[in-house]
């Protein structure tokens, strides 16, 4: 058996540059929204108002029990077809679509948003109550303590936990191939079906995927052991 990584790196090489461009567009607008969705979660289930904290729990439960790819499927395929019905109930014509990258970008803000809650939550419950109590005699009003005295150190103790999740969304954007944006693995997948160079393209997408996650890993770490030292 021969292989040919030669004419698969000069084929594949510049179609899964671009895939790059994809998935680290998706990766960062992704996390950024999953940032802010987990925020809003672990505050809205830390509130006084129990009824609140409750339907949260729920939607985090639902959303954590069901995969990942399953809620690409849905965003993409059934929410369009939801909409639609609804806008027919009000008497218009709406053809709904939702754009593939727009899918998996909504899809990983609402699934690992969910994820990451749980982390800013229990990091949030664990900072020391003299920083509450601090703010509160300071004259600071509950709202301004959870902002200034409580999320600042709840974040920043929950970065390393954040860089992990940052690496496994990376990973998770090849499921997006399954609605068909082109990323690395749809593009490295149209290659080989085109060119029977199965050993040669994959190989060279596990290693691009590699090149991304390891320094991004170190990176991660480099981060966390300066807050450290912060610290």
Known sequence: MEFNFKRAFDVLGPSLLDGVGVVVYVTLVGFILALGVALLLAIGRLTKHKWLGR??????????????????????????????????????????????????????????????????????????????????????????????????????????????????MIKDTSLLAMISVQELLLRTKTFASQTFLTVEAYTILALVYLVISIPLSQLCKFIERRLKQVK
Do not use: W
């Open 55 to 168: 339907i949260l729990s729920i939607f985090i439960e639902i959303v954590r029990g069901t995969p990942l790819l399953v809620q690409f499927f849905y965003i993409y395929f059934v929410v369009p077809v939801l909409a639609n019905g609804v806008t027919e109930l009000f008497g218009y014509d709406t053809k709904i679509k939702i754009p593939a990258v727009t899918c998996g970008i909504i899809g990983f803000a609402i699934n690992y948003g969910c994820y990451m809650s749980e982390v800013i939550r229990a990091a949030i419950l664990s900072v020391d109550s003299g920083q509450h109590e601090a703010g509160l005699a300071l004259g600071f009003s509950e709202k301004r303590v959870m902002l200034h005295f409580i999320i600042p150190p709840a974040l920043r103790n929950s970065v390393p936990v954040f860089g992990n999740y940052l690496v496994m």
